[in-house]
């Protein structure tokens, strides 16, 4: 079976320091992969997904970078964190070429307080 | 813009009853439609997902969805207080891997 995994779980980082959340997925290969941003009070917000190693496809400018270096790791980044960077981000993934309903599944999340 | 709403609730409704959850879309060409569920400080986790016209059950959740009304609804019967979350609603048209998220609607299940 397919698990994904997220980490850190909870972060408090301070404002301009930089910042890596990490995701791993077992037990599938070629994964689509996503990061989603949920602040509070808003909706699911995707922030990049990817198809392969080393596509990157972003949805919002901002500050944060992301990479896929293999084919079930996804790492979202930043060099110098904003206030507007808390929030409760999401990992999750999908089949790729699955032409029916695209099922998302999310990992545990990654709580970031900037202060 | 492409938009999905959700009633924001709270929904209160008593232990054992039926509990209505309510989305409506605005883009046409939607295909697939999704339910999650999303307990306070955790991750959403799939419910159920429906493409066709009609009624789909699954146990106690049954989604319906009306294409030509533009809306998809969640239906869980013998609600129970472990019910209690936030209900999410996405849509996604084709294989766009982009879904359209609500706003959830939070639903408090009464003992």
Redesign the interface.
Same mark, same amino acid.
């Given at each position: 079976s397919q698990t994904i995994h997220q980490w850190p779980a909870t972060l408090v980082q301070p404002v301009g320091s930089p910042l890596s959340l990490e995701c791993t997925v077992e037990g599938t290969s070629n994964p #689509?992969l &996503?990061w989603y941003r949920q602040a509070a009070g808003? $909706? =699911?917000q /995707?922030l990049f &997904?990817s %198809?392969g190693i080393g596509q990157i496809s972003s949805?919002v400018p901002q500050n944060l970078s992301a990479s896929r270096p293999q084919d079930r790791q996804f790492i979202l980044s930043s060099k110098k964190l904003l206030l507007s960077d808390s929030g409760f981000y /999401?990992c999750a993934w999908?089949l790729q070429g @699955?032409? $029916? *309903? #695209? %099922? =998302?599944? @999310? $990992? *545990? $999340?990654s709580?970031l307080t900037v202060l | 813009q492409k938009e999905v709403e959700q009633n924001s609730g709270p929904l209160s409704v008593p232990e054992g009853a039926i509990a209505s959850l309510n989305c409506t879309y605005s883009d046409r060409g939607s295909q697939s439609f999704f339910w999650y569920r999303q307990y306070s400080g955790k991750s959403p986790e799939l419910i159920m997902f429906i493409y066709s016209n009609g009624d789909k059950e699954d146990g106690r959740f049954t989604a319906q969805l009306n294409k030509a009304s533009q809306y998809v609804s969640l239906l869980i019967r013998d609600s129970q207080p472990s019910d209690s979350a936030t209900y999410l609603c996405a849509v996604s048209a084709g294989n766009n891997r982009k879904l359209i998220w609500g706003l959830g609607t939070s639903l408090a299940v009464n003992p």
């Amino acid at each position: 079976s397919q698990t994904i995994h997220q980490w850190p779980a909870t972060l408090v980082q301070p404002v301009g320091s930089p910042l890596s959340l990490e995701c791993t997925v077992e037990g599938t290969s070629n994964p #689509n992969l &996503y990061w989603y941003r949920q602040a509070a009070g808003r $909706g =699911l917000q /995707l922030l990049f &997904y990817s %198809v392969g190693i080393g596509q990157i496809s972003s949805e919002v400018p901002q500050n944060l970078s992301a990479s896929r270096p293999q084919d079930r790791q996804f790492i979202l980044s930043s060099k110098k964190l904003l206030l507007s960077d808390s929030g409760f981000y /999401l990992c999750a993934w999908s089949l790729q070429g @699955f032409s $029916g *309903a #695209n %099922v =998302l599944t @999310f $990992g *545990a $999340g990654s709580r970031l307080t900037v202060l | 813009q492409k938009e999905v709403e959700q009633n924001s609730g709270p929904l209160s409704v008593p232990e054992g009853a039926i509990a209505s959850l309510n989305c409506t879309y605005s883009d046409r060409g939607s295909q697939s439609f999704f339910w999650y569920r999303q307990y306070s400080g955790k991750s959403p986790e799939l419910i159920m997902f429906i493409y066709s016209n009609g009624d789909k059950e699954d146990g106690r959740f049954t989604a319906q969805l009306n294409k030509a009304s533009q809306y998809v609804s969640l239906l869980i019967r013998d609600s129970q207080p472990s019910d209690s979350a936030t209900y999410l609603c996405a849509v996604s048209a084709g294989n766009n891997r982009k879904l359209i998220w609500g706003l959830g609607t939070s639903l408090a299940v009464n003992p």
